[in-house]
């Protein structure tokens, strides 16, 4: 594999490859996404009484 030149984002998904692989092959930042967002909603919805 050849790397991009560039610094890359990756989207952190379950069972991705440890962030020392990840390193290696140019990543240098992992971002969440939305998940930290849904995670919120979820426990907000889960702690409100039902309607």
């Known amino acids: 594999m050849v790397a991009p030149g560039r ?3 990756l989207l952190a998904r379950p069972g991705q490859p ?3 692989e990840l390193e290696s092959l140019a990543v240098r ?3 969440t996404g939305g ?3 849904w995670a919120a909603y979820d426990a907000a919805l ?3 009484p039902p309607p």
């Open 35 to 37: 998940a930290l967002t």
């Open 7 to 9: 610094p890359v984002n």
């Open 18 to 20: 440890p962030r020392s």
């Open 46 to 48: 889960a702690a409100a």
């Open 29 to 31: 930042r992992i971002s």
